[in-house]
């Protein structure tokens, strides 16, 4: 068990100023089975009244509006986490997590390949089949944040195979899935300095067990989940809406420690507040 502290900032810039400017923020850790929020703040730039919802896979949204012209939008999470991997959780997996998603279709070409991946091992050691496909994944892929986009599929990046850990993500579901692991798509933080950062959680049977197939190891205690869900469209960080032309650029800072986290977490909140 470990107590982590976070903090996740995200600045917009518009080229020109905007109005009536709706969004909905999923950069809030969840209280699991597996982690339990100690502490949780949101600070917004421009000011606005936020209203906290829960979506259809349980996850946190802070949801606001700003109708005033404004040319910058800054939102920043920071709290503390205490998480304990070794806790049980007898949550049934639903059935969607073994059908493809809009980002998950499977190709010929992926379901050959992990069939090949696990020929060697028996249909029931469901976690053993879905570690060896992560480091499928792993040896397939090269790490290239030039080569996709948000909008790219797991058949698309499993192709070209390069990407980021989004299409390690959704690559390693779609195996999974064609070969009747229930999986679904994390997003969150993990230890060190960043950004965000996406993994998988497959179903073994009695427990839902991470795998991250961008850095080939198991989730442990390192890692924070925001949100899951089939696959990123149901994880987006962030989604708007607003009236104005403009170009926007976007800068994302994000820290994870274990060290002291108290002492860090009252550290930001003092620094956050002036």
Same mark, same amino acid.
């Given at each position: 068990m470990r107590i982590l502290s976070y903090s996740f900032e995200t600045q917009l810039n518009f080229s020109g100023s905007v109005t009536n400017h709706d969004f909905i923020l999923r950069c809030a850790p969840k209280s699991t089975p597996f982690q339990k929020? !100690?502490?949780?703040q949101m600070i917004m730039i421009p000011g606005t009244h936020l209203m906290e919802q829960v979506d259809g896979f349980g996850n946190r949204l802070h949801v606001g509006s700003i109708p005033e012209a404004h040319d910058s939008f800054s939102f920043t999470s920071y709290g !503390?986490?205490?998480?304990? @991997?070794?806790?049980?959780?007898?949550?049934?997996?639903? $059935?969607?997590? !073994? =059908? $493809?998603?809009?980002?998950? @279709?499977?190709?010929?070409?992926?379901?050959?390949?992990?069939? =090949?991946?696990? @020929? /060697?091992?028996p249909n029931a050691h469901v976690w053993k089949r879905a570690v060896e496909l992560m480091h499928a994944v792993y040896r397939h892929f090269t790490y290239d944040p030039l080569?996709? /986009?948000t909008a790219t599929t797991a058949a698309q990046a499993f192709s070209?195979?390069?990407?980021?850990? @989004?299409?390690?993500?959704h690559s390693l579901i779609m195996m999974c899935r064609a070969k009747g692991i229930p999986a679904r798509y994390c997003a969150g933080l993990m230890e060190g300095e960043g950004a965000t950062h996406a993994w998988v959680e497959v179903h073994d049977g =009695?427990?839902?067990?991470? !795998?991250?197939?961008?850095?080939?190891r198991v989730v442990d205690e390192a890692y924070i989940v925001f949100s899951h869900g089939r696959d990123f469209e149901d994880c987006s960080i962030e989604r708007g809406v607003f009236s104005g032309a403009v170009d926007q650029s976007q800068r994302v800072k994000a820290?994870?420690?274990?060290?002291?986290?108290a002492t860090r977490f009252a550290e930001f909140a003092e620094a956050a507040q002036q």
């Open positions: 929020v !100690l502490d949780s !503390l986490v205490m998480v304990d @991997q070794e806790a049980e959780c007898a949550e049934a997996p639903h $059935p969607m997590y !073994l =059908r $493809p998603s809009s980002f998950t @279709q499977p190709s010929h070409e992926a379901v050959v390949f992990a069939g =090949r991946a696990l @020929q /060697t091992i080569a996709t /986009t070209m195979a390069a990407g980021v850990c @989004q299409d390690y993500a =009695r427990n839902w067990r991470g !795998l991250d197939p961008t850095n080939n820290s994870v420690s274990k060290d002291g986290g």
